[in-house]
């Protein structure tokens, strides 16, 4: 059983097309994020849910664009898709809101935009 | 503002020695969270710990040791009898409390020599 699974795992794409990443956990939890590793291997987060609520947005273009139907999917969209975009996205969840656990990730998607 | 150090960028070692990856943060919060991720080969986050800054006992699981000291704001990870499935990059992160993001280090690449 796959706790936290993302769609696709490979992306390869033109620059100026739009793309989507799905992300499901089957853990439970009510917070899911995104973060971004970019080829330096640094982590950094872009967006974070909660019941599905929007908790955190750091700096991201507005070019991306997450939606949470529910709490168990948080999806990634992004719009005109540029070579810096490329990256290895990875979706994440944990429990509680407040009082930071554990975060549990996906197998990542490695966008490569050219 | 939150910070994480892991000077250590890349280190060597032979099978079966002993190796410490150092961790060095800084927060304003006096109750913040340190935490350790394993990112072998194949891509995955793997959580391997979590501690909150009022418990400064050190943990030891297997061959994984870590040694929370406050006084040097330092969280640092021991593996004992290193073997060739240690080889990884291997991620200090931090989130100060009220706040569910991972702030991430810049991770150690760990490489294990048969």
């Known amino acids: 059983d796959t706790a936290v699974s993302q769609t696709p795992k490979y992306l390869v794409t033109q620059m100026g097309n739009d793309k989507s990443i799905k992300c499901e956990q089957n853990?439970?939890?009510?917070?899911m994020y995104w973060y971004k590793q970019d080829s330096k291997k640094f982590l950094k987060i872009m967006f974070s849910?909660?019941?599905?609520?929007?908790?955190i947005n750091e700096t991201v273009p507005n070019r991306f664009s997450p939606k949470s139907p529910d709490k168990a999917h948080l999806n990634l969209h992004i719009n005109s898709l540029e070579l810096g975009d490329s990256a290895v996205y990875f979706c994440?969840?944990?429990?509680?809101?407040?009082?930071?656990?554990?975060?549990?990730f996906g197998p990542g998607t490695r966008l490569t935009v050219t | 503002a939150q910070k994480v150090t892991q000077a250590q960028t890349e280190i060597s070692v032979v099978e079966k020695e002993d190796v410490t990856l150092d961790c060095v943060y800084e927060?304003?919060?006096?109750?913040?969270?340190l935490f350790w991720y394993k990112q072998p080969p194949s891509g995955e986050l793997v959580f391997l710990i979590r501690?909150?800054?009022?418990?400064?006992q050190n943990e030891i699981s297997g061959r994984y040791s870590w040694n929370f000291q406050k006084s040097t704001s330092s969280f640092n990870f021991t593996i004992t009898a290193s073997q060739v499935v240690d080889s990884a990059v291997y991620f200090c992160?931090?989130?100060?409390?009220?706040?569910?993001?991972?702030?991430f280090g810049t991770g150690t690449r760990l490489t294990v020599i048969p």
């Open positions: 994440a969840s944990s429990n509680g809101q407040g009082i930071p656990y554990e975060q549990y």
């Open positions: 853990l439970g939890h009510d917070t």
């Open positions: 849910y909660n019941n599905k609520e929007l908790i």
């Open positions: 927060t304003r919060d006096t109750t913040y969270y």
């Open positions: 501690r909150n800054s009022f418990d400064e």
């Open positions: 992160a931090l989130s100060e409390a009220g706040a569910n993001n991972l702030f």
